[in-house]
């Protein structure tokens, strides 16, 4: 089972910080996705990057997928309150199949 | 419109006891899937069904058994509840060998 470690676990930063959240893993993927959880609902799907060296960007959200395609970041910009949240990076492992990593709880102090 | 929805949101039982979750997708998906989440937000597939046949089955106790009636539908019931069962079950569907996945709000499972 491929293992996605995030980092950092937990993250309090003021509004208008700019913050940087990590996904690394020792395998190669052909895709990795972003997902935001916000509590009480169900992951949504920010991002998915599948080109190594690949960046995209959602507005303050930039994302980067490595060049050996093995890790990706989150950049963000002038945090928001209403970017509060759980971050998780995903990659897929089969046809069908998913890993997760264990997320990034993130609090923007207003 | 709701994409991906699940019955109930809150589900409070007693050990032993026998319970249900369904869940319903309206995006027209060949796949869905049931996922575990602990409480430490550790997000776990558990099963995976494509055009109502199960293709992934991760290492579930064989109390837990999903049921696919059609493609939009797929059920969870789990016999014989354990208080390490408590835990938010999410259900999610995605286009066959697609990885984005579309999850429903979730299930929070508490068992007493």
């Known amino acids: 089972t491929q293992l996605l470690e995030q980092s950092p676990q937990f993250l309090s930063i003021q509004e208008g910080e700019n913050l940087t959240v990590y996904c690394n893993s020792s395998?190669?993927?052909?895709?990795l996705q972003w997902y935001r959880q916000e509590p009480g609902e169900g992951p949504v799907l920010l991002v998915t990057v599948v080109t190594g060296g690949e960046v995209k960007k959602l507005k303050r959200l930039t994302f980067q997928f490595g060049d050996a395609r093995k890790d990706s970041s989150l950049h963000i910009t002038a945090a928001q309150p209403g970017d509060t949240g759980l971050y998780l990076c995903a990659a897929g492992a089969g046809s069908y199949q998913l890993t997760f990593g264990k997320g990034t709880k993130l609090s923007v102090i207003p | 419109d709701t994409a991906v929805s699940q019955t109930p949101k809150y589900l409070v039982t007693q050990m032993g006891n026998d319970k249900s979750i369904k869940c319903e997708q309206n995006l027209g998906h060949d796949t869905m899937y049931w996922y575990k989440q602990d409480s430490k937000k550790f997000l776990k597939i558990m099963f995976s069904?494509?055009?109502?046949?199960?293709?992934i089955n991760e290492t579930v106790p064989n109390r837990f058994s999903p049921k696919s009636p059609d493609k939009a539908h797929l059920n969870l019931h789990i016999n014989s509840l354990e208080l390490g069962d408590s835990a938010v079950y999410f259900c999610?569907?995605?286009?066959?060998?697609?990885?984005?996945?579309?999850f429903g709000p979730g299930t929070r499972l508490t068992v007493t």
């Open positions: 069904y494509n055009n109502k046949e199960l293709i």
């Open positions: 395998s190669v993927f052909s895709s």
């Open positions: 999610a569907s995605s286009h066959p060998r697609v990885y984005e996945q579309y």
